[in-house]
């Protein structure tokens, strides 16, 4: 029996399709988009960018596609991320242009060096896809100056560089100095937000689950359970498979494999709740003991949290309960439901 892959490498995107085609439609246009994924903590970000990276590759729409995690090793001067970046786009030309990756790696190449090969690549019809992962940290950090931005705004403006990032917030909320806000480097994205998967992404993760025949209700239960959180939704699958033999899966079959989760989902279940800021936890508290709440007495950034996270759910002007594994989690925590 293959149970689905869970916290591992090399995870096969399921579901999200709208979101993975709108953002491959968006690269591939006339006059590429630079995007900005923007999704809470286990939302698939990085399996997205994986999925969308190995699909322009496949495509052949770039020159080179570059994927870079700025969750390790991260740029701690506005030199290093330069520096970086001259490296990584070096690297992907190696084996391509060998006279641009020569230029590159000269001792004294530099800013001017990486933009006049940006340039000659736009000019020749070429471009090179670059993927920042955990572009959070460099942001949050608060080490890069506003003159990094400015500079990575003439690149971008260059026909030969594309960019794609992901963060869990907007990346304007994400920067800490105050003149590097108004870079208008910030405006060249266009947001891709990646809310909790919806009842088509589940149902598209059921149908990876050999041999077992999915009830009606069972995907909205489902969803009532996860939240639609992807690590939450798998452990409730694997469960499931590793919980009965009985090929039928209905609401109850659902319910019990809720109670029988493993150590590394109730682990993620903890950082979800842990990851909260104390107000959009009093708020998710208060939404669960009343069942409902009204939308227009919550905080804006609580409830957009909340929403984005897959903790709740907003059909009308009301605010529901969105994810009881994380529900029965917070009434074992000791945050306050103070109003």
């Known amino acids: 029996m293959n149970k689905l892959p869970l916290f591992t490498t090399n995870v096969p995107l399921i579901g999200r399709m709208r979101v993975f085609d709108r953002m491959c439609g968006d690269l591939t246009k006339v006059t590429p988009q630079h995007l900005s994924v923007v999704g809470t903590r286990y939302s ?13 590759i496949q495509d052949g729409k770039f020159e080179c596609v570059l994927f870079w995690d700025l969750g ?14 001259r490296n990584k786009i070096a690297d992907g030309l190696k084996g391509i242009r060998r006279d641009l990756f020569d230029y590159l790696t000269e001792d004294d190449a530099g800013y001017d060096e990486l933009r006049e ?18 572009f959070d940290r460099p942001l949050r950090e608060g080490k890069l100056t506003r003159n990094l931005w400015d500079n990575l705004l003439e690149l971008c403006r260059q026909d030969g560089l594309v960019l794609v990032t992901a963060t869990r917030r907007k990346l304007q909320e994400l920067v800490r100095d105050e003149k590097s806000v108004t870079s208008e480097f910030w405006q060249v994205f266009e947001v891709v937000p990646l809310g909790p998967l919806d009842d088509t992404d589940i149902e598209a993760f059921t149908n990876r689950v050999d041999r077992f025949e999915f009830q009606a209700g069972t995907t909205a239960e ?3 359970w996860s939240g639609g959180i992807p ?14 033999d009985n090929a039928r899966v209905t ?47 919550a905080g804006r950034s609580e409830r957009g949290l909340l929403l984005a996270m897959g903790l709740a759910k907003q059909p ?6 969105g994810c009881r594994l994380v529900a029965r989690y917070s ?9």
Do not use: Y
Not at 72 to 85: G, M, N, R, V, Y
Not at 117 to 134: A, F, H, P, R
Not at 331 to 339: C, F, I, N, P, W
């Open 44 to 56: 698939g970000k990085t399996v997205l960018l994986d999925a969308v990276a190995q699909k322009m």
């Open 251 to 297: 609401n109850q079959t659902v319910n019990e494999a809720a109670e029988n989760l493993d150590d590394r989902v109730l682990s993620a279940i903890e950082e979800i709740w842990n990851d909260m800021p104390e107000t959009a936890a009093n708020l998710f508290r208060l939404i669960c003991d009343r069942s409902e709440f009204p939308s227009a007495e």
């Open 231 to 244: 690590p939450l939704l798998v452990g409730l699958l694997n469960s499931i498979q590793g919980q009965t």
């Open 117 to 134: 090969v940006i340039e000659t690549l736009g000019k020749s019809g070429k471009k090179v896809l670059m993927i920042w992962d955990g």
């Open 72 to 85: 390790h090793k991260t740029p701690q001067s506005d030199e290093e991320f330069l520096s970086a970046i």
């Open 222 to 224: 489902l969803a009532n």
């Open 316 to 321: 009308s002007n009301k605010l529901l309960p």
């Open 331 to 339: 009434q074992e925590s000791g945050k306050s439901t103070t109003a």
